[in-house]
């Protein structure tokens, strides 16, 4: 089975948005991607806008595609709304073993196996993260 190729990725989920979460959607934003950032909690909103203000400061200094906007996120605490209409997922979640295990089987039963799942892991191989997910070949960090 194929990937969906790159080029081809107009809308990515970023799952997690505190500061290594938040710099990806902004960097998918600025980018001119289409982005559903899921946060587990809508209290966590205020500090993720915050980062985004923060980063797109930065990557705007540097160059934006024409496309881009911060308008073109969207916000949400439902997961399968986060999926909706991905081509890609850069999962941004707490460094917890156990935690990243649980959200990559769920994953994996969510999303179509073309999807590339993208892990914003420091500390953990692959190989732990993707134990339980029912289709680890798509899993990288990235």
């Known amino acids: 089975m194929g990937y969906i190729a790159p080029e081809k990725v107009s809308r990515v989920a970023s799952i997690g948005g505190g500061p290594i979460g938040g710099g990806w959607a902004a960097h998918f934003l600025a980018r001119g991607y289409d982005v559903n950032l ?34 073109r996120v969207r916000i949400v605490t439902n ?18 073993l156990g935690l990243k295990q649980k959200l990559y089987q769920e994953l994996g039963t969510l999303v ?23 289709t680890p070949q798509r899993c990288v960090i990235g």
Do not use: R
Not at 45 to 67: D, N, R, V
Not at 125 to 130: A, D, K, R, V, Y
């Open 38 to 71: 899921y946060l587990h909690d809508a209290s966590e909103e205020p500090a993720f806008q915050s980062i985004l203000k923060t980063a797109w400061k930065s990557l705007s200094a540097l160059g934006l595609h024409p496309a881009a906007s911060l308008d």
């Open 79 to 96: 997961l399968k709304d986060a999926l909706d209409g991905a081509e890609f997922i850069q999962e941004s979640a707490p460094e917890n």
């Open 112 to 134: 179509s196996e073309d999807i590339v799942i993208g892990s914003s892991t420091s500390g953990l191989t692959m190989t732990e993260i993707q134990a339980k997910c029912p």
